[in-house]
């Protein structure tokens, strides 16, 4: 049976507007064009691409926000908010820059290093928070969030804005090729330029990060009122410390120009195994270290809590999350390693095959 | 030799069907192949749009886009194409299928296909 649309038989304009919106914009060139060419009627037309949205969303939403990448921004979002309003008021402007973050990064065309697009995801989440929150005011005033809180958040906005610059998405680097292994030296060396790039801008944003938590622990190092939390707060200043020293002894080696094809792979080569070990022990050298400082801190407070008479609940959570935010590090870690030892095996395969080798 | 990707049944299906289109291989064709692999089940075409971009994540195949076709209102067609590991994974769970069929054809006795539909009624008794 042809079912090819001829110029007569094709969508309807206004139900084909509705399912081009809903497709995810880096599927919906060949999901509507497929769609087109199965067109019958405008009923079937509608079932088919009903039957067919929910799977392509959940599959986009699958491959642009990895777990370990969501429960990391959703620590980011959350925990601002914890101490001054509380789960039950937290829960729904959370909720919604959450689910605001997963759809953006599905519908978005494409992922890139830019900061301007991770300052827009952010921007947009803001504001999805402040109109749930305007409906939460109408609805029920009750769960409003505090004022305190919302200027709480935007600590949090610019954690995961800082979050957001540093893993961009789950295999960008990887993505950005669509050949198995760069056959010339000329895409090998724009290959590397960017994973140099890229790695750069990683070490550069980590940097920062370890040096603005050292001065931002100071804070709370000078207020806090009992000797464990005090200790805690001076760890993490250390352990900022430490991050942004290890970052800075760990330099990238830019590949030296001139060299030929197979010296070039090598040399990537080289440098790809050795972010793969660093990446493998990640657990190890980056998040090892901090947990001295977060055990000291949640200690002090949850004892600072039972002297007030306070509840511990508080705590409780917050060890959970550190946990969940710690696994999922490791996890995301992991991840991209396995990405690079793909790209590792691949041009390995390439070498092989390619112009390089005799 | 090393161990090749595992796959699920519904992955199995599609990989066998991209093999088999070859360089006709996208949306629609894989689509209406899946169908006739495993008639008289129905499956939806995101069911199948879901399973090759998680084939394409393992790397057992690879996708890209072709120039636009005016009876799809000028948009461009995402072909696929099996992969060498794809291929291995699919050799495999080949394999493993096989390994399950002889089997219960020793059980059943004789051909399998017969032997199921012979079956049913002794359970009913």
């Not at chain 1, 079912?3 to 060139?29: G, K, Q, S, Y």
């Not at chain 2, 005016?70 to 696929?80: A, N, Q």
Request: net charge positive.
């Amino acid at each position: 049976m042809d079912r090819r649309p001829t110029l007569e038989a094709r969508p309807p304009a206004l139900i084909d507007r509705v399912v081009r919106v809903l497709v995810p914009l880096p599927c919906r060139e060949h999901v509507i064009g497929d769609l087109w060419e199965r067109y019958r009627s405008p009923g079937a037309y509608l079932l088919d691409a009903l039957r067919t949205i929910p799977f392509v969303v959940v599959s986009q939403v699958r491959r642009t926000s990895p777990v370990p990448a969501l429960v990391i921004q959703a620590f980011a979002v959350t925990v601002p908010f914890l101490p001054g309003a509380g789960l039950r008021r937290a829960a729904a402007p959370v909720l919604t820059a959450l689910v605001t973050l997963v759809l953006r990064d599905a519908y978005k065309r494409s992922v890139s290093l830019s900061a301007t697009q991770v300052a827009t995801d952010v921007g947009i989440t803001a504001t999805a928070m402040i109109v749930c929150e305007a409906i939460v005011a109408i609805a029920r005033p009750s769960l409003l969030l505090p004022w305190r809180s919302m200027v709480a958040s935007i600590a949090g906005f610019a954690m995961l804005f800082l979050l957001r610059l540093q893993n961009p998405g789950p295999g960008v680097y990887v993505r950005q090729f669509t050949s198995a292994t760069p056959g010339t030296l000329e895409a090998l060396t724009t290959e590397v330029r960017l994973f140099e790039r890229t790695c750069r801008r990683a070490i550069r944003i980590e940097t920062i990060a370890g040096v603005a938590l050292a001065i931002g622990f100071m804070v709370p190092l000078l207020l806090a009122p009992n000797w464990i939390l005090r200790i805690g707060w001076a760890l993490g200043s250390a352990y900022g410390l430490y991050v942004a020293a290890f970052m800075i002894t760990h330099p990238l080696t830019p590949m030296p120009d001139g060299l030929d094809l197979h010296s070039a792979h090598s040399f990537h080569r080289h440098q790809l195994e050795c972010r793969v070990s660093l990446l493998e022990t990640m657990w190890l050298w980056y998040f090892l270290p901090g947990a001295p400082a977060i055990i000291l801190i949640i200690i002090g407070s949850a004892t600072l809590a039972a002297e007030r008479g306070r509840p511990m609940w508080p705590s409780a959570i917050v060890v959970a999350a550190a946990m969940c935010v710690a696994v999922a590090g490791i996890s995301g870690a992991r991840r991209s390693a396995r990405k690079l030892r793909v790209r590792i095996e691949a041009m390995t395969r390439g070498g092989n095959d390619g112009p390089g080798k005799p | 030799m090393p161990n090749s990707e595992s796959i699920g049944q519904f992955e199995h299906v599609v990989l066998a069907a991209v093999l088999a289109l070859d360089d006709d291989a996208y949306g629609v064709t894989i689509h209406a192949k899946v169908e006739e692999l495993i008639t008289p089940k129905t499956v939806s075409l995101g069911a199948v749009y879901a399973t090759l971009d998680r084939l394409e994540d393992k790397g057992l195949v690879r996708s890209w886009l072709s120039n636009p076709t005016p009876e799809r209102g000028g948009r461009s067609k995402r072909h696929y194409r099996l992969e060498p590991t794809g291929e291995h994974a699919l050799r495999d769970a080949t394999i493993a299928a096989k390994r399950i069929c002889d089997d219960l054809e020793r059980i059943w006795g004789g051909d399998v296909w017969t032997a199921g539909r012979r079956w049913k009624p002794v359970r009913q008794h």
